[in-house]
């Protein structure tokens, strides 16, 4: 009986590593994060908007066997700080002029960048 019981703890802890496993291999299969287009826009005026308009935006990963899958920045969560995985952060600050960092994150270790302009009103683009 004392067999048949170690049997069934081995069985269950092998069952848990491989659940385990199998939920960190989907955030480390990508090898690399690109951006395919940037969002519609990426000019803003100040005071206009207070936040970031995704729309458009799409980015390229790459997994491990080389196929690359294609993802809308619409799927992705706008955070300040990088602690959650799939995200978007920036230091944009809408009420200063300047040019201003998007970083797209998969995992903690593979982001991609696209830059965005915030301007005064009477500013005429190029």
Known sequence: MNVYKKRIQVAFALVICII???AC???LRFTN???VSVPNKIEYTIG???ALDFTGGKIRLTTLDGTT???DLLEYTYHKANDRYPCITSDVNFYVP???TVT???SNSLSC???IIVQAANHISD
């Open 25 to 27: 291999d989907n955030g």
């Open 48 to 50: 206009d908007q207070t």
């Open 69 to 71: 899958e294609e993802r």
């Open 113 to 115: 960048q696209y830059t």
């Open 33 to 35: 994060i690109e951006v």
């Open 98 to 100: 300047g040019e201003y």
């Open 104 to 106: 797209v994150w998969q």
């Open 20 to 22: 385990l496993v199998s």
